[in-house]
T-cell receptor
Framework: SQQGEEDPQALSIQEGENATMNCSYKTSINNLQWYRQNSGRGLVHLILIRSNEREKHSGRLRVTLDTSKKSSSLLITASRAADTASYFCATGSGGSYIPTFGRGTSLIVHP | DAGVTQSPTHLIKTRGQQVTLRCSPKSGHDTVSWYQQALGQGPQFIFQYYEEEERQRGNFPDRFSGHQFPNYSSELNVNALLLGDSALYLC???????????????FGDGTRLSIL
């Protein structure tokens, strides 16, 4: 079974709008990472947030982490058509060397 | 600075055959992980190699095996192919260091394997 689960499964918005996607997980984690995957391509690392951090920013991206609720959110502000992709959260926990991926949120940004 | 490169990009095999996929990590990276990604799903971890040894393995049968070479490149071998092995196989590299599991991974664009 997968550790992280993204919500919603699919999101369709207009260019310029903000996009918010969420990730929930079940066990304690060391860190949580967000990745983007364009159709037919590999995953691109976006941002890593550690368990002792609550918020992190990178350009138009804002990630929050609530360890008490075992959840994280990724906010993309002022979205662009080029943001159209699948977004995955991945959790790293315990002695695991490997982040565990969810099923992803498919984001479509209409020009 | 080349990123992670994988070959071939596409491959078609028939059931029962064997396949070898190849990966060259990003320059400066010493750890290679392999993932299987079925259509519409997230990547599923197969195994990770570090210092030419399998360091951790996911829930995949022994038909899946791998190797890492002294130059850190890696191969994924799958024997006795099944229809269900059709997927995108992704290689990711990272630099070992710091806390366990805290390293961002750099992915290649994958090998699309189709089993007929």
């Amino acid at each position: 079974s997968q550790q992280g689960e993204e919500d919603p499964q699919a999101l369709s918005i207009q260019e310029g709008e903000n996009a918010t996607m969420n990730c929930s997980y079940k066990t304690s984690i060391n860190n949580l990472q967000w990745y983007r995957q364009n159709s037919g391509r590999g995953l691109v690392h976006l941002i890593l947030i550690r368990s002792n951090e609550r918020e992190k920013h990178s350009g138009r991206l804002r990630v929050t982490l609530d360890t008490s609720k075992k959840s994280s959110s990724l906010l993309i502000t002022a979205s662009r058509a080029a943001d159209t992709a699948s977004y995955f959260c991945a959790t790293g926990s315990g002695g695991s060397y490997i982040p565990t991926f969810g099923r992803g949120t498919s984001l479509i940004v209409h020009p | 600075d080349a990123g992670v490169t994988q070959s071939p990009t596409h491959l078609i095999k028939t059931r029962g055959q064997q396949v070898t996929l190849r990966c060259s990590p990003k320059s400066g990276h010493d750890t290679v992980s392999w993932y299987q990604q079925a259509l519409g799903q997230g990547p599923q971890f197969i195994f990770q190699y570090y210092e030419e040894e399998e360091r951790q393995r996911g829930n995949f049968p022994d038909r899946f095996s791998g190797h890492q070479f002294p130059n850190y490149s890696s191969e994924l071998n799958v024997n006795a192919l099944l229809l269900g092995d059709s997927a995108l196989y992704l290689c990711a590299s990272s630099h070992t260091g710091g806390s366990l599991g805290n390293q961002p991974q750099h992915f290649g664009d994958g090998t699309r394997l189709s089993i007929l």
